[in-house]
C-alpha cells in the first residue's frame, strides 16, 4: 500500500464525522443548560433557601470555579490516559451531581454540588473536543468544532423552555430544575458508547497496533497508520509545555480572549431575568427570544469561520460586541427598548464567534498536550467569568447599565489580544498549525476517499 501522509486532514465529510460532531455536542449543550437553568430556578430557589444577593453570586458563580478546576485537571488527564474513557467518565459524573443537586437543603450544600457539576462540565470540554478535532477533516473543522459549541447556546434556550415549563410545579420546582441536566447526560452518555480511541493520541503514545485498528475501523480496511499525517513530537508533555516558548503566546491568546468572550455572556445567562426587569422588560418571551438569537447567530458565524477565517471572525465580533454594550453603557437615558436591543446585537454576535474557544485551542497545540492546552484554556476563561457572575447581583444593583458597560471594556481587551496574538489557521492541517508552520496548504489527495465508517 502507498502511504497517504494527510488521510485524516484530507479526508472527506463522512457519517461517521457527523456522529462524532454530534456526540460530541452533547456536553456543551449541557454546559448552556446548566448555566442558563440557575437563572430560571432561582425564581423559586431564592425563596426557598432564604438567600441573599451574596448567596446567589456564589450559587451561580460555583459552577464556573468548578469548570475552572475540571478543565485544568482532567484536560491533563485526558492527555495522559487518553479521550475514550474520559469521554464516558465525565458524563456520569455530570448526572450524578445533577441529581444530588436536587436534594440540597442549605446554600453551602447547593454551592459544593453546582461546584462539583462544574468540573465535570469543565472535563468535556478538553476530553470532547479534542477527540473530535484529532478525526475532523481540515476543510470542515472549524465548521464542525464550531457546530459543537453553538448547541452551548441551544441548550442554553432549552434551559429557559423546560424552566417555564416546570415553574408551575410549586415551591420545589427549582429542585426538578437543577435535576434535569442528568437527563441530558445520561442520554449522551449511552450515545458516545462504542466511539474509538484518537489514533493520533495513540501513535503519541506509542501504541500502534491499537491506532491502526482505530484507523481501519473509521476509514475502512485499506487504510491504516501509515495514512495519518505525523506531527511535530513535543519531548516532555505536561502543564509547563503550554507556559514555555513555542507554545507560550498561543496560550496567553487563547486565554484573553476566551475570558472576554464568557465573562458578559455567563454574567447574562446568570442572571438574565433580573437585568431585562431592570431595563423594564418582563416575561419569559424576551428571555427565550434572546437565548434563541445566540444559536441563530451561530448560524453565519459557522458559514464565515472556514470563508474569512478565524482570527478575522474574532475581531468583527469583539468591535461590533464593544460598540452595541458601549452606547447604553456610557448612556443611562437612553429608552429600554435601546438597551434591550444592543443585548440582542450582543448575543448575535456572541453566538456567531464564541465557537472559537473549542476551535482555537484544538488547532494550536500538538496531540500531547491539546486537551491540557483546551483545558487551561477552559481554566483561565473561567476564573474571569466567575468573579463577574458572583459580582454581576452586585452591578445589576448599582446599575442596570454598568454590567454592559463593563462588557464593553472586556471585549476592547479580547480585540486587542486578538491583534496582537491572534493568528491565521483556517484550512491548515494539525501537524502545520501545531507546528507553528505558515507554508502554503497542499491540496487534497484525490486517493483518500474513505468509504467505510463506523460509530
Not at 58 to 78: E, H, M
Request: neutral net charge; contains cysteine; hydrophobic residues 55%.
Amino acid at each position: 500500500m502507498t502511504a497517504r501522509s494527510n488521510l485524516i486532514d484530507d479526508a472527506p465529510l463522512t457519517r461517521f464525522h457527523k456522529k462524532l460532531t454530534a456526540y460530541s455536542s452533547g456536553g456543551p449543550f449541557i454546559d448552556g443548560y446548566a448555566i442558563a437553568i440557575i437563572g430560571v430556578a432561582f425564581t423559586t430557589l431564592t425563596p426557598a433557601l432564604d438567600m441573599t444577593a451574596g448567596d446567589k453570586g456564589l450559587v451561580a458563580a460555583a459552577s464556573l470555579v468548578g469548570i475552572f478546576f475540571g478543565g485544568a485537571v482532567f484536560g491533563y488527564v485526558t492527555d495522559k490516559i487518553g479521550r475514550h474513557i474520559m469521554y464516558i467518565a465525565d458524563l456520569a459524573a455530570l448526572a450524578l451531581f445533577s441529581v444530588l443537586s436536587a436534594f440540597a437543603t442549605e446554600v453551602w450544600q447547593l454551592t459544593l454540588l453546582r461546584f462539583l457539576l462544574g468540573a465535570a462540565i469543565g472535563a468535556d470540554y478538553p476530553i470532547a473536543t479534542s477527540l473530535l478535532a484529532e478525526y475532523l477533516p481540515r476543510r470542515f473543522r472549524g465548521r464542525l468544532l464550531g457546530a459543537t459549541f453553538v448547541v452551548w447556546a441551544l441548550g442554553a434556550a432549552a434551559a429557559y423552555v423546560v424552566g417555564v415549563s416546570i415553574e408551575g410545579l410549586g415551591a420545589d420546582a427549582w429542585r426538578f430544575m437543577l435535576a434535569s441536566p442528568a437527563v441530558f447526560a445520561v442520554m449522551t452518555l449511552f450515545l458516545r458508547l462504542g466511539t474509538p480511541e484518537s489514533p493520533r493520541w495513540l501513535l503519541s503514545k506509542g501504541r500502534t497496533e491499537e491506532a491502526d485498528r482505530a484507523v481501519k475501523k473509521v476509514f475502512g480496511p485499506r487504510y491504516g497508520v501509515a495514512d495519518v499525517a505525523e506531527e511535530p513530537a513535543v519531548a516532555e508533555a505536561g502543564y509547563s509545555t503550554v507556559f514555555r516558548a513555542p507554545y507560550l503566546r498561543r496560550t496567553l491568546f487563547v486565554g484573553v480572549f476566551w475570558t472576554a468572550q464568557v465573562i458578559p455572556l455567563f454574567a447574562l445567562y446568570s442572571f438574565a431575568p433580573d437585568l431585562l426587569a431592570g431595563m423594564g422588560i418582563s416575561g419569559t418571551a424576551a428571555e427565550v427570544f434572546l437565548a434563541a438569537l445566540f444559536v441563530i447567530g451561530g448560524i453565519p458565524g459557522l458559514w464565515l469561520v472556514e470563508r474569512i477565517g478565524r482570527r478575522a471572525l474574532l475581531l468583527w465580533s469583539f468591535g461590533i460586541i464593544a460598540v452595541a454594550l458601549a452606547v447604553p453603557g456610557l448612556m443611562p437615558g437612553l429608552p429600554s427598548w435601546v438597551s434591550f436591543a444592543a443585548v440582542c446585537v450582543f448575543a448575535l454576535a456572541s453566538g456567531g464567534s464564541s465557537f472559537l474557544e473549542v476551535v482555537y485551542p484544538n488547532e494550536l497545540f500538538p496531540t500531547e498536550v491539546r486537551a491540557t492546552a483546551v483545558g487551561v484554556g477552559t481554566a483561565l476563561s473561567r476564573i474571569g467569568a466567575a468573579a463577574a457572575t458572583y459580582l454581576m447581583p452586585f452591578a445589576l444593583a448599582e446599575s442596570r447599565n454598568l454590567p454592559l458597560l463593563i462588557g464593553a471594556v472586556v471585549s476592547v481587551v479580547g480585540l486587542l489580544a486578538t491583534l496582537a496574538w491572534g493568528v491565521e489557521t483556517r484550512n491548515r492541517s494539525l501537524s502545520d498549525t501545531a507546528a507553528g508552520a505558515e507554508r502554503p496548504v497542499k491540496p487534497a489527495d484525490p486517493a483518500l476517499t474513505p468509504t467505510t465508517t463506523t460509530n
